[in-house]
């Protein structure tokens, strides 16, 4: 599974759109970008995955790059309740399961 | 709503300990894993089971023994622990055991050894 960067941590304000970026430059043709957050002491949930095209759904929309090196992710109406850590994840949808989380975006979204 | 529930929500044990955690899902799927998660580090792969067959194990310990009675049951027992294995152990379930398959995770077991 191709690997990828994000930056540590992110600052956004109440009522703000949150925009996550994440450079997976190795990513290959049958590698999804799968985004997921970890809110402090839960489970990881999973938000939001896409291939090549933009997706939206009720959380969040994901744009690729049309080179696929690289995402953001799109909270357009950040809360207090999305403060947490935002990972970011390429993988097929073939074979084995090998997800690699990383060390993921903290973000923190002030009032 | 995540449909995946894991009992203790939290444990105490000591080294000599014999202990065991538990995952049940009620979300129908084939698969279902077992992650760690220690203080400010990433996530870590532990043990993949897919139709109750183990399918992944990600060097673990012998002291870290999983069972899955049934697709809906995960277990992780655990004896002769060390401090270091302190973390947050998470479950998870997916519908089947494909890399791009949706994971659920439930609530997770935050485990303290003394």
């Known amino acids: 599974d191709a690997k990828t960067t994000q930056p540590p941590s992110m600052d956004c304000a109440e009522g703000r759109a949150a925009n996550l970026p994440c450079n997976h430059s190795?990513?290959?043709?049958?590698?999804?970008v799968y985004w997921y957050r970890q809110i402090h002491s839960q489970g990881p949930q999973y938000i939001i995955h896409?291939?090549?095209n933009n997706e939206t759904n009720e959380m969040a929309s994901l744009i690729i790059t049309e080179d696929r090196k690289s995402s953001t992710l799109i909270l357009p109406h950040a809360t207090l309740r999305d403060t947490a850590v935002y990972y970011c994840?390429?993988?097929?949808?073939?074979?084995?399961?090998?997800?690699?989380f990383g060390a993921g975006t903290r973000l923190f979204v002030k009032a | 709503e995540t449909g995946v529930t894991q009992t203790p929500r939290h444990l105490v044990m000591g080294m000599t300990n014999k202990k065991s955690l538990k995952c049940e899902q009620h979300l129908g799927h084939n698969a279902m894993y077992w992650y760690k998660q220690s203080a400010k580090k990433p996530l870590e792969l532990m043990f993949v089971?897919?139709?109750?067959?183990?399918?992944e194990n990600n060097s673990v310990p012998s002291r870290f023994s999983p069972e899955c009675p049934n697709s809906s049951h995960l277990f992780l027992h655990l004896h002769t622990l060390q401090p270091e294995d302190s973390a947050l152990y998470l479950c998870a379930s997916s519908q089947d055991w494909l890399a791009g398959e949706t994971q659920y995770f439930g609530p997770g077991t935050r485990l303290l050894v003394l």
């Open positions: 190795t990513i290959s043709g049958n590698e999804y």
């Open positions: 994840i390429v993988r097929v949808r073939t074979g084995g399961f090998k997800t690699i």
């Open positions: 896409g291939l090549k």
């Open positions: 089971y897919s139709l109750e067959e183990r399918v």
